[in-house]
Structures are given as structure tokens and as C-alpha cells.
């Protein structure tokens, strides 16, 4: 996520892109929903099942289960059942020894199995996550970083124009010049619903799965539909955000990672030339 420069961007070749609240808070977020993505994985070994409603336990319908028969491994969704064999449920550990977890140690924070060191790491950096998304909004906010970058205009909701923005990525064709240094509708529309949906979400849902927080704001648990139901939530939003990480990853590395890096930890962007330009 980068501050874009105004449209009056001279046709200089390097532009300020990325002020130091959003350089602090983007690579902040990146340590912290990493710390956060492996400890909850590890708190979800402890009960692979998710359900819907307020209580759910073994013997309950689950809607999500990720679990093992004596020989396989197996990763079932609603009626769905599909082998993970080596992968999910079943895999096998650094020292050649089958184990029967979830999701496998080296994704998990501890790689060990242990509930109670992976609550205290999750905890910890759910913290961190809360404080500084509550202060990068704020920033956005009343720093005119949501106004003058991320702000949607008129004609940017036109339904061609979104088109031609799908079909533009799709053929890996990125901006060049100027218009590299604004946001586009893809842009804007991901970075929001990041910001200001899928992150505000996921605090919540977790705060809503604390039962010391439940006698502070009850109406949470009526919100979500129950603490299960919360926590089935945070599961898919989390999943969410990683399809987000990776599509990020992947549109960094395709428009050149040296250059979107840099930008990201010294603020300056090289403007990219046209075909043809002269360099």
C-alpha cells in the first residue's frame, strides 16, 4: 500500500510515493500478520473444526474440518471431502515422524505443539495489529491520505472503466509515467476494503472470541451470531488476507521489485517509461 502522488506530478523520472506513516505501518503490518497467521494456525490445531452458531465441540456438525483417518489426512468442507495426505491432517515432521496436526510445524508459530505459547504470541501481536490499524486510519483520515488517494471518484465507478482496469492487469499491462504514481479502481477498492474492512473485521471477530471482552461488549457475540460463528469468521477473513498478501507479492515482483521495494523503504519511486521512451 503506497501514498500516490497528486495528479500534478511533474514529469520528473522519481516521485515522493510513500510517506513514512505508511512505510512505518506497511512493513509493521507485514511482521505483524505473519506472527499472527502462524500463532493462529497453531490455535487452530488445538480444535480443527469451525461451525456456526454460539457452541460447537466434537460431535458437533462442522462446517470446516481438517482431521486424519490411521492412514491419511483429510481436509473436509461442508460435503466436501478432499485427500491432504502429506499436506494437511497427516504430514510428516523434520525428524521422519508422522504427525497428525492440522496444519504442519513450519507453518505454525510455535513449530512445536503448544496451545498456550501459540495464545501468547497471538495476543501479543493482535495488540500491535489493533493500535497501529486504529492509528494508520486515523492518519488516513485526517492526514488527507483517504481524500486525496484512495478517495473513489465519479467516473472511476463507470463499469467500462472498471473493465478496461481488469483487462489491463490481466495482460500485464501496468501504468507508466505519471499515471504509474495514482492509485487505480483496483487499487483503491482492495486497499479499502483491507484498511477499513478486513482488518476492523478480523479485530473484532477475535475480541468477540474473548470471553473476558464478552462482559465488557456483549453485543458482539449478538453481532456475529455467537462466538463460533465469530471465530469461522476470522478463520475465512484471515484466508482473505492472505489471498490479498499474495496477489500484492505477485503484482510487486511483475512491475518490477526493485523499484516498488526501494520506494517502500526510502519513499521515492522511479517513474516506469513507456515502450519506446527513451530511457
Known sequence: MYDAAPATVPSAERVYRHRLPTRIW??????????????GLMIFNAHPRLYWGQYGANYDHAWLAIGATETTGFLRVGSLRVETTGVLGRWTDKDGVEQTWAFPGWATIPTRY???DARRWHLSFAWVLAIALTLYMLWSAFGGHLRKDLHVRRGEWSPRHIWQDIKDHARLRFPTGEAAARYNILQKLSYIGVIFILLPLIVA????????FNATAPWLLDLFGGRQSARSIHFIVAWLLVAFFLVHIAMVLLAGPVNEVRSMLTGWFRLPKAKGEAE
Open 26 to 39: 506497511h512493513w509493521t503490518n507485514a511482521l505483524t500478520l505473519l506472527v499472527l497467521l502462524m500463532s
Open 114 to 116: 503448544s496451545l498456550a
Open 205 to 212: 471477530t477475535g475480541l468477540t472470541m474473548s470471553p473476558g
